[in-house]
């Protein structure tokens, strides 16, 4: 790992990836696929930050969960292992890492905004009902979008390459 940024993108990859595996995956696969202690990790899940896209996910929602389960979890593993390596030595990640945390942020965004915009006063599962169950809720998504936010930072603003020219445009001017 090359710095900060490769540390926290290598621990974020890490989380992710059983995260996506043993919680995200039951949106999708049939209940018997997993263990009687894996599903009432879900419903505690549920139960402790009110999460209605969870407890009665819309289409919407769970075509982000298909995205989810077969395009981003590959990614994670091969980002995982290009950060770890550090991305000075696996600058290749770049467009794929940019494609992944555009991809992210943007859904991530949605889901944000469903959050804090929809009511939910009529609904007929567990859901936030004041400002600060909205918070609650919205701090188990935030790290999805914050850090895919500094992926892009990273890929678009620190790339080594486009800092070489940079100094070279400056060196010419001076």
Not at 39 to 60: F, G
Not at 64 to 92: D, E
Not at 111 to 137: N, T, W, Y
Not at 146 to 162: E, G, Q, S, T
């Amino acid at each position: 790992m090359d710095d900060l940024l490769d540390f926290v993108f290598v621990l974020y990859f890490a989380v992710h990836i059983p995260t996506t595996v043993v919680l995200d995956a039951q949106l999708l696969l049939p209940s018997g696929c997993y263990p009687d202690a894996l599903k009432n990790l879900l419903q505690w899940y549920i139960k402790t930050v009110k999460d209605p896209l969870v407890a009665d996910p819309p289409v919407w929602f769970m075509c982000l969960m298909v995205s989810i389960l077969f395009l981003q979890l590959p990614f994670f593993f091969v980002a995982l292992r290009a950060f770890w390596t550090g991305y000075n030595k696996a600058r290749w990640i770049r467009i794929p890492a940019i494609l992944y945390a555009t991809h992210k942020a943007t859904f991530l965004g949605a889901i944000l905004a469903h959050i804090f915009l929809s009511d939910f006063g009529k609904s007929a599962v567990l859901a936030p009902a004041s400002l600060k169950e909205r918070m609650i809720l919205s701090t188990a998504y935030l790290p999805f979008f914050i850090v895919p936010l500094l992926i892009l930072y990273k890929m678009l603003f620190c790339n080594p390459v486009v800092l070489e020219v940079r100094e070279t445009q400056e060196k010419k001017i001076n």
